[in-house]
């Protein structure tokens, strides 16, 4: 998605705002949600079920992924698990269905090099009777996507019905590539009505800045402050001065804040071993579980519209972050984003926020739940040139762009030796600058707000998912420690019914649930550890995690951590070690006091009590095909 340099920066967002909303909503460039939202109850889940039982005609059926674009695999495109089934194909499936039964499904084909010219038909029986078809042929653009499809089952009463998914060749010769049906569920469809917007029903609009930590912030202290937008914001809005992420990385830190589970209990920790191989045994460690409700599901059961925006690939429909968001618009990591002649393979947040304004103005009447998850300041580090501070004398070459995966790798792996100072400080000035970037973005959303008139009746959560390491500890990036430079993010509250102040105890990502839950007046669930942080000052500590931590000693992995008002103890459990830092003495955690202070035994006592506490994650049913090419563009693998 590169537009020619000759287009405006202001139209190259409007176009990439305007064509990502148009293809989150399937082609149609009417933006507005139906009047009422629809609910589903999944009543059994086919593509779980398959079997060789379940092939009743055709060879080479299998379970495989599938892409059916290489162009566009952000949206329509984008791998999904499927059940490719080469024609002339049958698959049978039985089914105890209720009336309201609906017959779910994507179709696809993937283009196959030396294949055919013919398009493939895909059909549904029902019962014997066609009840759906179409013909998809990839040599045109507009079927190099996914087609979903919803089916009612016609049924009058609950009773056993037979569904055919059937396969043949549309035209002359053989089939232009692989065809396949992805996530195939018999579900029982409801409606409900949607809330209307109101100043005595806020909406909740969630900002999470990917990389973001706390004293990056003026509002933390940061001097001089990159952040005055966010500042203003934060000098009439709630403050948690110690928020700490559930883990040191996008997808378990990102996984909690949206179901209210450590990630022992969610189970998103990442598929994959140090070089990016993604394991046999382990393959639903990168999906989401449809067992696990998020706070947008519970906010869509309610009556409340939910959207989210995306600009980190491993938060989409193909890892399962978009559950409960009925639009849901992400952007990948195979398009290009360009900013001042720089390239980066994330959208800025000036795209984000005239994406969800554009769905905004279409659907304002309603009461909302948004999320946008922003890629500022996540490396590369490549500022706008008005932000980007003069290069200092003695900088690398390597690292005058801010592009630092293959040296921060070689560093945190041990490879080479730490950066130089003038080096790491001149990343964490680039840095710097994205964050104010960011925050100017911040102030365009807010005007945008206020000129769709729904910024009084608006309640705004600015987060972040974890931190950035700038050698503190001996490393750059994230992922690999649990220090507070990883894991001490930003939370500030600000809207109606938001009393502002300033909140000096520990909280956690666990929190965010019920109190997103909390502001838009649902029931709280009783089962969650974490609280509503407007009702609750409950002194606790937090825990976090990450499976690819590297121990001080410089071997690769587990860690876990400990997190209270004043100590820190970080956790080997497979080394035996342990670190201890008194965080009022000591805030840099310069000094481990593990063999000396009286408090290790009881803090690791407490830690290993919360781990065993987490309850055991449900099994994915699915799997994201390409993590680890994404996890490669991020830099998280070679």
């Known amino acids: 998605m590169v537009l020619p340099s000759s287009v405006t920066r202001t139209a190259r967002r409007a176009w990439l705002a305007a064509a990502a909303l148009v293809a989150a909503c399937g082609g149609d460039a009417d933006l507005r949600v139906p009047a009422r939202i629809r609910l589903d109850r999944e009543v059994a889940d086919l593509s779980a079920a398959f079997g060789p039982h379940a092939v009743a005609r055709g060879a080479g059926v299998e379970r495989a992924s599938l892409a059916p674009s290489a162009e566009y695999r952000n949206v ?32 696809g084909v993937e283009r196959a090099a030396g294949a055919g010219e013919a398009g493939v038909r895909f059909a549904v029986r029902v019962d014997g009777r066609e009840a759906w078809a179409r013909e998809v042929n990839p040599k045109a653009r507009r079927d190099r996507r996914w087609f979903d499809v919803r089916v009612p089952l016609g049924l009058d009463r609950p009773r056993p019905v037979t569904i055919e998914l059937a396969t043949t060749v549309a035209g002359e010769g053989a089939p232009v590539g692989r065809a396949g049906w992805s996530g195939v569920r018999v579900v029982e469809e409801r409606r409900r009505d949607r809330q209307p ?27 001089p402050s990159p952040s005055p937008t966010l500042d203003a914001l934060a000098a009439r809005s709630l403050v948690f001065d110690r928020m700490i992420a559930q883990a040191s990385w996008t997808m378990p830190a990102t996984a909690s804040l949206l179901t209210g589970l450590p990630p022992a209990g969610h189970g998103v920790q990442g598929a994959f071993d140090p070089t990016g191989v993604m394991r046999d045994d382990d393959t639903d460690a990168s999906f989401l579980p449809n067992a696990l409700e998020t706070f947008a599901e519970r906010a869509l059961d309610a009556g409340v519209t939910t959207v989210g925006v995306s600009a980190n690939a491993l938060v989409s429909r193909a890892t399962h972050f978009s559950q409960g968001f009925e639009t849901f618009v992400e952007f990948g990591m195979e398009e290009r984003f360009a900013r001042d002649g720089e390239e980066r393979n994330w959208a800025g947040a000036e795209v984000l926020n005239d994406t969800f304004l554009r769905w905004l103005a279409a659907n304002r009447a309603h009461r909302f739940l948004a999320y946008l998850h922003y890629m500022d300041p996540h490396d590369p580090y490549t500022p706008p040139a008005d932000l980007r501070p003069p290069l200092p004398a003695g900088v690398r070459p390597e690292l005058a762009a801010g592009r630092i995966d293959g040296v921060a790798r070689e560093v945190n792996e041990g490879a080479r030796p730490p950066l130089a100072a003038v080096d790491a400080e001149w990343l964490h000035a680039l840095y710097r600058a994205e964050v104010r970037a960011w925050d100017r973005a911040f102030a365009r959303l807010l005007e945008g707000l206020d000129r769709l008139g729904v910024r009084e009746s608006t309640v705004v959560v600015v987060t972040a998912d974890h931190g ?16 507070e430079e990883s894991v001490h993010v930003p939370f500030v509250v600000h809207g109606p019914g938001v009393t502002p102040g300033r909140v000096a105890g520990v909280v956690q990502q666990l929190d965010v649930f019920p109190t997103v839950a909390a502001l838009l007046g649902l029931p709280p669930r009783t089962d969650l550890s974490g609280h509503d942080l407007l009702a609750s000052r409950a002194v606790r500590p937090a825990l976090s995690e990450t499976r690819y931590g590297r121990a001080r000693n410089g071997v690769q992995t587990e860690l876990v951590a400990l997190t209270t008002a004043r100590w820190k103890l970080i956790q080997a459990p497979a080394l035996g070690t342990a670190e201890l830092y008194d965080l009022v003495a000591d805030p840099g955690e310069r000094r481990d006091v593990w063999s000396d202070a009286a408090e290790g035994p009881a803090l690791a006592a407490e830690l290993h009590a919360l781990r065993a506490a987490a309850p055991a994650p449900p099994r994915a049913e699915g799997r994201d095909p390409g993590l680890a090419d994404k996890l490669r563009a991020l830099g998280y693998v070679q």
């Open 468 to 483: 950035e390491e700038f050698q503190e500890h001996g490393r750059l990036k994230h992922r690999v420690q649990l220090y």
């Open 197 to 223: 917007a109101g100043r005595g029903t806020p909406n909740v609009l969630v900002l999470l800045v990917d990389t973001l930590r706390a004293d990056a912030l003026g509002v933390y202290g940061a001097r």
């Open 76 to 107: 329509e495109g984008a791998h999904r698990p499927a059940l490719v089934a080469p024609p002339p194909a049958v698959l049978r499936f039985t089914v105890d269905a209720p009336p309201a039964a609906t017959l779910v499904f994507g179709v």
